[in-house]
């Protein structure tokens, strides 16, 4: 399948990346800038990537999101630590890294895209654990989302999620099946300061342990900071 890659950097987009690459062909792979604290460390995971697999990349600007949102995920207020397990309510958990309709707005573009390039799937990074929190990571919202598409787009395009039933750590073990670029992600909430994960965000704790559980942590702990 021709397809384009909404490409964050993170673990989940860099395990698309790589199955997206083994099932045909990437038409483009798009990275967002809408204000996130952590972009450059994103971008340059993102970079990163498509370079060690000869893809094309483009970055979407979407500066409009900065006078939307202010939390921690935007580097407005402090981001959560959770060095003893995530224990925060998934209501506190949304609050801290919601951006309204972010994944909607991005699989809109990615549409457009696609839709130029002849491309047939867009191609993203979902996951049943996050799903959880977030509601925009779902299987629901993938297939509404591929339902409008057949109204707005003219190509038959739709969503591809080869992740959408997976946990954290079936994703890092399909990473390591694949040979995914997951030395080279960047899943965390803060920008670095030595281009290491913080560690301690949300994020980085969910995607520590599901390394941890697949043997693979002790081999990247120097790309966390804690």
């Known amino acids: ?65 900065r006078d939307l949102v202010a939390n921690p995920l935007m580097g407005k207020g402090a981001v959560g630590e959770y060095a003893g397990g995530i224990t925060s309510s998934p209501a506190d958990l949304l609050r801290e890294a919601w951006i309204p ?65 997976m946990t954290k750590a079936e994703i890092v073990a399909l990473g390591v099946e694949i040979a995914a670029p997951l030395d080279l992600i960047y899943s965390c909430y803060r920008p670095s300061r030595d281009e290491r994960m913080c560690g301690l965000c949300q994020s980085c704790v969910r995607v520590k342990a599901a390394l941890a559980e697949n043997g693979q942590l002790e081999g990247l702990a120097g790309r966390f900071a804690a």
């Open 1 to 65: 399948m021709k397809t384009v890659v909404l490409l964050s950097g993170g673990l989940d987009s860099a395990v698309n990346l790589k199955c997206a690459l083994d099932d045909g062909e990437i038409r483009l792979a798009v990275t967002f800038d809408y204000g996130q604290a952590a972009f450059e460390d994103e971008a340059r995971a993102a970079v990163a990537m498509v370079e060690r697999y000869g893809v094309r990349h483009t970055v979407v600007n979407l500066p409009w999101y």
């Open 101 to 165: 309709n972010r994944n909607c707005v991005f699989l809109s573009i990615g549409a457009a895209y696609a839709e130029s390039l002849k491309a047939r799937g867009i191609v993203v990074g979902f996951n049943r654990e996050e799903a959880g929190i977030f509601p925009d990571n779902s299987l629901a919202f993938l297939e509404a989302v591929n339902q409008a598409l057949k109204l707005s787009t003219l190509s038959d395009i739709e969503v591809v999620c080869y992740t959408i039933g």
